[in-house]
């Protein structure tokens, strides 16, 4: 009989479907066969192309067995208005869809992994949440995800239990994921003298790899709307980001800043020539300037020699990190190793399985 693992969560961008790459990775090396469901898809884009991009990098890079697309994620609901998309009356429509997509997929697999929504409270207005979903398809425990790295936790951890009560779904247990290491011996801590008394089990902590939620400098392009100075330095557009630094202050007072990190974005404006050199001497992946200002020829060419990406912000300072942080980095194929190597030492298999 297959065996389900349903990972859900309270809050959003968890690290969900890392953590599902993570498992079919090391349940394949066991030699199970694995198929991987997500009931419901989330394109980026509301009318045009439906599929969810993590379903499809899923299916293109870990998966062993070729499940078409339509039974891997019956579902498609974009995240751009998606309220006026939905409403109760196509409830028992997707719900069927659902069930008969789970019913194939489940076949002649020991292991199936289920990605849930956004979070447990996504869709719940017209009953298609992830409880909602789990009970129509007889699965009758879940494994939250939790990605806080304070004392919140609790409550978040509290508040979900009580509810899963309320709804008569059981907890199978509490993967704490893309935690700060330094947090990761308070978690400890909490397991011990608070998470026990909820009976509920602690199957991982996962420490928060900024390689693999560092946004590239491709993607930094992209949601800016920017433009490419210098088509010499392409090469650079895959360097990750782990840092951001805005130079708003004179040289020998950006030195002490850019010294003490590596791999960062450093966004100034175009005329700024002495702060844009500064950085190029140091680890940068990327300028970015601001206030559509374009710098001197001399500055574009010390970049490109350097194979350091210089971006034409169209928006300010503000505007342009606001979209920054909007940002959801894509997990890469060439990260699959680093994710296997992350999941495999941090979970507690028995548990789990």
Not at 5 to 25: A, N, W
């Amino acid at each position: 009989m297959v065996k389900n693992i349903y990972l859900c969560s309270l809050e959003e961008r968890v690290g969900k479907t890392l953590l599902s790459i993570g498992l079919i990775q090391y349940l394949q090396n066991q030699g199970k066969k694995v198929a991987y469901f997500k009931p419901i898809g989330i394109p980026k884009a509301a009318f045009s192309n439906k599929a969810d991009v993590d379903v499809g990098f899923i299916q293109n890079s870990v998966l062993k067995e070729v499940i078409p697309y339509d039974i891997t994620s019956p579902v498609s609901i974009p995240d751009s208005y998606y309220i006026d998309l939905i409403d109760r009356d196509i409830k028992e429509d997707y719900l069927d869809k659902i069930k008969k997509a789970y019913e194939v997929i489940s076949k002649d697999f020991d292991y199936v992994i289920i990605e849930g929504a956004p979070s447990i409270r996504k869709f719940i207005r017209v009953g298609i949440d992830d409880i909602s979903i789990a009970q129509n398809l007889g699965i009758e425990e879940l494994i939250v995800v939790n990605c806080e790295s304070s004392d919140r936790c609790i409550d978040n951890l509290y508040f979900t239990k009580n509810y899963f009560d309320y709804r008569n779904m059981k907890i199978k247990g509490i993967i704490f994921n893309l935690i700060d290491h330094e947090y990761i011996a308070r978690i400890e801590e909490l397991e011990e003298n608070n998470i026990k008394r909820y009976g509920i089990p602690v199957l991982g902590i996962v420490e928060k790899s900024y390689v693999l939620y560092s946004p590239r400098v491709l993607e930094i392009l992209g949601s800016i709307g920017g433009e490419l100075l210098n088509e010499g330095a392409t090469s650079g557009l895959n360097n990750n980001v782990e840092h951001y630094i805005i130079g708003a202050m004179n040289v020998q007072a950006a030195l002490k800043y850019l010294r003490q990190v590596k791999n960062f974005a450093f966004i100034t404006g175009g005329d700024r020539s002495d702060l844009i050199l500064a950085a190029l001497n140091e680890d940068v992946a990327v300028i970015i300037l601001t206030g559509y200002i374009i710098p001197d020829t001399k500055i574009i060419t010390a970049a490109t020699e350097k194979g350091v990406p210089i971006i034409l912000s169209p928006s300010d300072t503000y505007t342009t990190m606001r979209n920054i942080d909007r940002i959801k980095p894509g997990l890469q194929s060439d990260e699959i190793q680093i994710i296997h190597d992350l999941i495999e030492k941090s979970l507690d298999w028995d548990k789990i399985l």
